[in-house]
């Protein structure tokens, strides 16, 4: 038996189809490159991991419902190499420091005036309009593609006692549209708002629990990301940390109504059993940090953990979202960061 190295496990999760038809059939709710957990314990070796609503014994399941332990695939060089596989219980929805703040900071209530409430991720620059705008979901910023630029965002949101028009700090600007069509394959749920003017008395540029001028950095996450630490503030569980667990993900999100959108190339965040979630209903919209503060993610859906597994968030890697919005860092000194 030949195992599977990284780069293989990598380049296996990016191209396979295999699993799609249970994604389609609602059988299972993603999948990722990840590693081997037992009894919430990570073990340290990779994986193709699967996630499911819930574990059922292989005994109790038809064969062609069954997820292999190994998976065998042709090698480049002739032969087989074999994938690892691992289940784990997670189901994926979108994603309270929860008081109105003048000028408001990042990592709290916030949300467009037709939804509850999510999270105020972060200030950049439109590159577009050389303004400083918020960053955040699209089903936080513009209701999950039923809005329209210019519509009121408050802060707090609506489930935090925000109203129209006494609590509005900003306009909608733009979003990247969600594609809820079968078959479909979103890479990133995000929008941007513009603060009203002057945008210093509605905003600055710090992030609760992480520092004034954040983010003032970014990276791209690679292949030795795999258990880095990170951590971010949210309007719901406040001040988290964890480690990423899960690269090139694909997972099926539920937005109710709206419906389910399946999402590539997505990166999963947990943290050991028994020490709470990284995030939960609300904190949809945080940006994601590593230990050097360096900004990695903006957060958009997650799972609660279970008795057997961890809660899982998943983020999109920053600069994907930055590139698709057009968007840059503000320049240090560029913009307020004190109250």
Not at 80 to 87: L, P, S
Not at 173 to 202: C, G, H, K, Q, S
């Amino acid at each position: 038996m030949t195992r599977a190295n990284f780069a293989q496990y990598r380049d296996f999760i990016r191209q396979t189809n295999q699993f799609d038809p249970l994604l389609e059939r609602g059988e299972i709710n993603g999948y990722s490159l990840g590693r081997k957990t037992v009894k919430g314990t990570d073990t340290g070796e990779l994986a193709i991991v699967i996630f499911v609503n819930r574990k059922i014994a292989a005994s109790q399941l038809a064969l062609s419902h069954r997820i292999p332990n190994l998976v065998q695939h042709p090698a480049s060089s002739g032969g087989t190499v074999d994938f690892i596989t691992d289940v784990q219980e997670a189901s994926f929805s979108r994603r309270p420091l929860t008081a109105r703040e003048r000028p408001a900071t990042s990592g709290i209530s916030i949300g467009h005036a037709d939804i509850t409430a999510g999270t105020l991720g972060g200030l950049m620059r439109d590159r577009r309009s050389g303004a400083v705008v918020i960053l955040s979901n699209n089903h936080v910023l513009a209701n999950s593609n039923d809005a329209r630029p210019g519509d009121a965002i408050l802060q707090p949101g609506i489930a935090d006692g925000g109203h129209d028009p006494n609590d509005v700090i900003a306009g909608l600007a733009r979003f990247v549209p969600i594609d809820f069509r079968d078959n479909a394959e979103n890479r990133m749920d995000a929008a941007i708002a513009a603060p009203l003017e002057p945008a210093t008395e509605y905003v600055r540029w710090h992030t609760q629990n992480i520092g004034p001028e954040t983010p003032g950095k970014t990276r791209n996450l690679g292949d030795g990301d795999l258990g880095t630490a990170v951590h971010k503030t949210g309007r719901t569980t406040g001040h988290t940390k964890g480690s990423i667990q899960g690269l090139y993900a694909t997972v099926q999100v539920n937005y109710g109504e709206a419906g389910n959108a399946v999402f590539v190339d997505q990166v999963i965040i947990s943290q050991p059993l028994g020490q709470g979630d990284f995030s939960r209903g609300g904190d949809s919209g945080s940006l994601v940090y590593d230990d050097d503060n360096v900004c990695v993610g903006l957060l958009f859906a997650g799972s609660e953990s279970t008795a057997r597994d961890p809660g899982t968030t998943i983020i999109t890697p920053i600069e994907v979202v930055m590139k698709e919005l057009d968007l840059e860092l503000i320049a240090p000194g560029a913009f307020p960061h004190d109250p």
